[in-house]
T-cell receptor, first 112, second 114 residues
Framework: SQQGEEDPQALSIQEGENATMNCSYK?????LQWYRQNSGRGLVHLIL?????REKHSGRLRVTLDTSKKSSSLLITASRAADTASYFC????????????FGKGTLLTVNP | NAGVMQNPRHLVRRRGQEARLRCSPM?????VYWYRQLPEEGLKFMVY????????ESGMPKERFSAEFPKEGPSILRIQQVVRGDSAAYFC????????????FGPGTRLLVL
């Protein structure tokens, strides 16, 4: 089964609205990372949150981590059409922090 | 500062041929990772290499797949006798070191096996 699973699978919003994506995982982690992938392109690293952190901000991005529930959320505020992409969470494992496990992603569509 | 470079970006092979995918890590990075992404799926870890060493190849299929990261030159992912099921996007990532957790990804090589 997936270590990291994003929810929802797809999300469609209007420009200016906020978008929230969730990620759940199963085993203990060192870090959780969020990546963005535009269609047919590579992954762009957005943010890394460590297991001892609860919240982190970067520009219009806000990430939370709840290790007791083994879940994370990514909030994009004031969305733009250029934010349209797939968003993936990636988790490592305590014993192998280099081996990232990705979910299937959330496809975000921001309509102008 | 160039990012992770991969070539070719697209590769078409017929069944039974060999595919060679190249990855040049970011400048100063000595850790390289290969991932495979099937359509509509997330990335799956394949192998982790440092210069001249394979550290973890637990995600590599047992046959036909090999990877190397020589002292000089790019990392190579080699797939021998390709089959249609090998069609996927192959991504390379690099990091500064084991304690630097952020992995920076290249644009990927999209392999199509006819």
């Amino acid at each position: 089964s997936q270590q990291g699973e994003e929810d929802p699978q797809a999300l469609s919003i209007q420009e200016g609205e906020n978008a929230t994506m969730n990620c759940s995982y199963k085993t203990s982690i060192n870090n959780l990372q969020w990546y963005r992938q535009n269609s047919g392109r590579g992954l762009v690293h957005l943010i890394l949150i460590r297991s001892n952190e609860r919240e982190k901000h970067s520009g219009r991005l806000r990430v939370t981590l709840d290790t007791s529930k083994k879940s994370s959320s990514l909030l994009i505020t004031a969305s733009r059409a250029a934010d349209t992409a797939s968003y993936f969470c990636a988790t490592d494992r305590i014993q192998s922090n280099y081996k990232l496990t990705f979910g299937k992603g959330t496809l975000l569509t921001v309509n102008p | 500062n160039a990012g992770v470079m991969q070539n070719p970006r697209h590769l078409v092979r017929r069944r039974g041929q060999e595919a060679r995918l190249r990855c040049s890590p970011m400048k100063g990075h000595s850790h390289v990772y290969w991932y495979r992404q099937l359509p509509e799926e997330g990335l799956k870890f394949m192998v982790y290499l440092q210069k001249e060493n394979i550290i973890d190849e637990s995600g590599m299929p047992k046959e036909r797949f090999s990877a190397e990261f020589p002292k000089e030159g790019p990392s190579i992912l080699r797939i021998q006798q390709v089959v249609r099921g090998d069609s996927a996007a192959y991504f390379c990532a690099s990091s500064l070191g084991l304690l630097e957790e952020t992995q920076y990804f290249g644009p990927g090589t999209r392999l199509l096996v006819l």
